[in-house]
């Protein structure tokens, strides 16, 4: 099966390189930004149409939350629109195309305490996750051979390259090295997810023709602050971990209290390869060389 890979270089992106790589049912072409604007609809349909692929993966975003609020044609024009566009040439020559989106989707119930299944309503809290909606249903309504897969709290080797190049571990473990302590949100609930058990069951969801939407994210839950928590226990650190609630770090954009995803579609097929959130973690900080 070959494979377009449109943000190679980000963190999931790096990681489906790497397991992909290992399968010989799969030979992936790594597209950077470098190598392809995915604005650009004419350049990604040149690219595009010489590699000749069987599936597109679509891993680039514009994510930047809080910059989102304050440039939302940027956000739909990333999100949205060049979705939509590389959707009409997948439709047209065949491709099935594969779209990742974000739990961010969700937010609007703000009494929200149990897992949102692929079947639920979304309602986004802010630009980004409307503009990732926007980009899902130009998905599902023009390409019928789609992968529209939703992620919560991604954690990955390479980092995110959107955000700096870090992500949510090693930003709290580089904060507490600086200051000796951290404040974390207690309120918002989400699912923490490594990139590299993404692509793992992305790959398998891949050698089958079962289209449609899913929530692909670790097993269990947990509040930022217990995440945080959870990451010093395993490096056997005692750090001061304050809790506060969102109003404490006066963002520009809101977000959801509560973001966990039922992967009910993954679970219907068999095919749920998704292990626990503590698991993950574990992999990741031995992955990165913080555990040996």
């Not at 750090?239 to 579609?265: G, H, I």
Request: net charge neutral.
């Amino acid at each position: 099966m070959k494979i377009a890979l449109i943000g190679a270089h980000g963190q999931l992106g790096t990681d489906i390189q790497k397991v992909f790589a290992q399968d010989d049912f799969f030979s992936v072409t790594p597209l950077s930004h470098k190598d392809m604007e995915i604005t650009d609809i004419q350049n990604g349909k040149t690219l595009l149409e010489q590699i000749v692929p069987d599936v597109v993966i679509n891993t680039s975003a514009y994510h930047k939350v809080d910059e989102v609020e304050e440039n939302p044609d940027k956000a739909f024009l990333v999100n949205a629109t060049a979705e939509k566009n590389l959707a009409e040439l997948c439709n047209r020559n065949n491709w099935a195309l594969v779209f990742l989106s974000t739990d961010y989707v969700f937010g609007l119930e703000t009494d929200r305490n149990i897992p949102y299944k692929e079947t639920d309503s979304p309602g986004p809290l802010n630009m980004y996750g409307l503009s990732k909606l926007a980009g899902e249903y130009a998905t599902r309504y023009i390409a019928p051979k789609h992968f529209v897969i939703r992620v919560c709290g991604l954690f990955g080797t390479a980092g995110a390259s959107g955000k700096g190049g870090g992500n949510i571990v090693d930003s709290a473990i580089n904060l507490v090295k600086e200051k000796g302590e951290i404040n974390v949100d207690a309120e918002q609930f989400f699912t923490p997810t490594y990139t590299k058990n993404v692509a793992e069951n992305l790959k398998e969801l891949l050698k089958t023709d079962a289209y449609g939407l899913y929530h692909m994210t670790s097993e269990g839950a947990c509040s930022r602050w217990e995440f945080v928590q959870e990451i010093f226990n395993q490096l056997r650190m005692k750090v001061k971990c304050n809790k506060v609630d969102a109003r404490f770090f006066k963002t520009r954009s809101r977000r959801p209290k509560y973001s966990v995803l039922e992967k009910y579609n993954l679970n219907k097929i068999n095919l749920n390869k998704m292990r626990d959130w503590k698991e993950n973690l574990t992999s990741y900080l031995k992955e990165k060389g913080y555990l040996s």
